[in-house]
């Protein structure tokens, strides 16, 4: 009897060996879900037929925002906690030296941001082993997701680790596609395509994908050119979403030229752990990439508290998402709000639950009796 990972070799096989043209788009994107679906069935199982599974990590999140530190064994990354945190993370010359997540705070701007320490990722870490869905379970947890690569050896390694947390589900530095799926009793599927499709998308592929996630019934709203990848994503339901930076570490094994080169590619950030190199630039890309914003508070007759500010992440974030992260008993009593910063043209300014605060205001929320 197959198990769940023989039917995904089998699967990969048969998509490894089909040729890639017009006629073969529509059995491929067939393949591409049913992988999909036995993945999220290996996931599903835990430990049960595949090494490696078990419990996760067990780490409390503390802190604004959490970021997790996911590379191959002996890439820097111990080295690189303590440098930011001070947590010593046992670190050596040689693989596996770190065995479990191990936590460390940074503060920065007045943000509280926990590091995890995540055990070297391997190939095949997604099926489990050398612990792979436990090391990619926490990676989902995380705001941020930082790839430390080595210097010397960059493009296997960023592609392998890419691939192994796609296969669990994750997608870095991408956005939901813009697709609505509303479950029916009865009544088929029904399409509003509202653009063009040029990426092999239409309304057969769509519904015999849907068929293999046992969709028969449906409304469907696709806003966005999509790709056969996005669709069957939005048929999934449970990916999660997650910005990424990829950590260049060890610098200073490379030449000046190749430094120049990394320096321009995106979401790319060239340290070295070990000689304090560049560290100030990793962590303002930190900032930046979980899009973090510092909300002063001000209780009345008193000076506003700029040692500990109220982190909010959302874009654009309003009084009532602040109101909201600080407490949900404050909104039913909410009145209005007195503003003082770059989001008001008067200092302070009265204001209502949907004004949209910008970074380092100062806020006094007033309360109804």
Known sequence: MSTTE????????????????????THLGLIKAKLAKLRRELETQGGKGGGGGGEGFDVKKVGDTRVGLVGFPSVGKS?????????KSEAAA??????????????????????????????GAA?????????????????????VLDAGKPVTHKFL???????????????????????????????????PQTQGMNTEVATRIMK????????VTVREDISMDQFIDACDGKRTYIPCLYVMNKIDSITIEELDIIDELPNYVPISSRDNWNIDDLMEN???????????TKPKGQVPDYDEPVVLHASNPTVEQFCNRIHKAIMPLFKYAWVWGSSVRHQPQKVGKDHVLADEDVIQVIKGV
């Open 127 to 147: 099926t489990g082993k050398g612990r792979g869905r436990q090391v990619i379970s926490a990676a989902r947890t995380c705001d941020l997701i930082m790839i």
């Open 94 to 123: 040689y693989e596996f030296t770190t065995l479990t997540a191990i936590p460390g705070t940074m503060k920065y701007r007045g943000a509280r941001i926990q590091v995890l320490d995540l055990p070297g990722i391997i190939e």
């Open 6 to 25: 023989d039917k995904i070799k089998e699967l990969e096989a048969e998509y490894a060996r089909t040729q890639k043209n017009k006629a073969t788009e």
């Open 212 to 219: 293999e996630y046992r969709i028969m019934c449906a409304s």
């Open 161 to 195: 680790i890419e691939r192994e947390l796609h296969n669990f589900g994750i997608r870095l530095n991408e956005e939901p596609p813009r697709v609505t799926i509303r479950k029916k009793d009865n009544g088929g599927v029904e399409f509003q395509w509202l653009c």
């Open 79 to 87: 080295t690189l906690l303590t440098t930011l945190t001070g947590t």
């Open 286 to 296: 930190i900032w930046q990439q979980c899009n973090m914003m510092r909300v002063y």
